[in-house]
């Protein structure tokens, strides 16, 4: 049966701990994501933690011909409304911030983008607990 004819279908939150490049597992979220959209699947929250806080990062800049995985995930979140998490504490050991977080530690500038948001781990819990499946990459 195809996920877009049942009356209530599943939701689903992300869980990405890989790097936006490097290894595929941060695209293949991506495209998981986008699949799941199109089967009429509900996409709550990705979350991004470990090193998968680096797909936040606003000064990534792959070369012209590679797929620019910052803007896939920007796209997603805008077209969707589903929410982009960056776990806080695996983001400031990697030097992931935001302008607050940049302002509190003295720090000159912020790189997460703007679509990313830090919160904590009970976000993911709370992610977790409300959704019908929590997948990793």
Known sequence: MVASTLNNPLTYCLLVTESAYGTQAATNAWQFANT???EG????KVFFSQDGVYNGNQLISPASDEFNLLIGWKTLAQQTGC???ICVAAALRRGIIDASE??????PCANLDEDFVLSGLASLAEAMLLCDRTVQF
């Open 36 to 38: 799941l959209i199109m």
């Open 41 to 44: 699947y509900i996409l709550n």
């Open 83 to 85: 929410k982009l998490n």
């Open 102 to 107: 940049a302002k509190n530690n003295g720090l």
